[in-house]
């Protein structure tokens, strides 16, 4: 059932490829309508993380998800916590972004982790960012955004945002593994990373973030008329002029 349910908690669903922004945009979208957030990317990487550090190999699907299944985090004040530590610069590092990318492959970590997502689910709504938050985890999303720009793109911001923090930074090699990676999480067998709808594609190429962020809300906003007005019998086309 694809459709949004009356009266659900809505959700915002923000899926997109590796560095194409979409966690800043789901938080300042989040902010603005003082919904939740959620960054289902930092679920995967934390199972990598601590199946890491317990010794577990990534490749090992059953313990990898017995992992998942039991994983001590929390995120107080928008902090990520794996057993009281704060992991969030932890999760970031390059060979955590490689671990996570071959967990998320597994069907039974995406499973182990499926109910932890939608418990995230509360009102007064939820933005959630990831690969499958439209076609998997959240498939009655009021809203959903492919956001997505070409590799070049994305490969240039994650450089300058390296660069900016003063961390080493190769263009080349970032343009290589986020192409990598890409491929990964596009072709796997099980919620592979996918458009959706022609009208979700959201590109970035040419936008700055405020302008995607309004581009959302506005998204959102004749997404709530026309199913408000659905529910009245209204004639949702005639509200999309406005
Ligand atoms: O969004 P991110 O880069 O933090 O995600 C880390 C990895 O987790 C990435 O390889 C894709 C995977 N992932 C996923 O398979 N499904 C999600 N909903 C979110 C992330």
Known sequence: MNAPVPGAVPVIAIDGPTASGKGTIAQRVALALGFHYLDSGALYRLTALAALRAGVPTGDAARVASVAA???VAFPEGRIELAG?????AIRAEPISEAASIVAAHPA???ALLD???AFREPPGLVSDG???GSVVFPDAVLKV???ATAETRAERRYKQ??????PANLQTILHDLRMRDARDSGRAVAPLQAGAPEAVLDSDDLTIEQVVSIVLE?????VRVQASGRSGGAGGSTLQD
């Open 70 to 72: 039991s994983l001590p």
């Open 131 to 133: 690969r499958d938050m």
């Open 219 to 223: 998204r959102y906003r004749i997404a």
């Open 146 to 148: 492919f956001l997505t």
């Open 162 to 167: 390296l660069m900016g923090k003063g961390l």
């Open 116 to 118: 932890r997502q939608r």
């Open 109 to 111: 970590v995406r499973d």
């Open 85 to 89: 530590e704060d992991v969030g610069d």
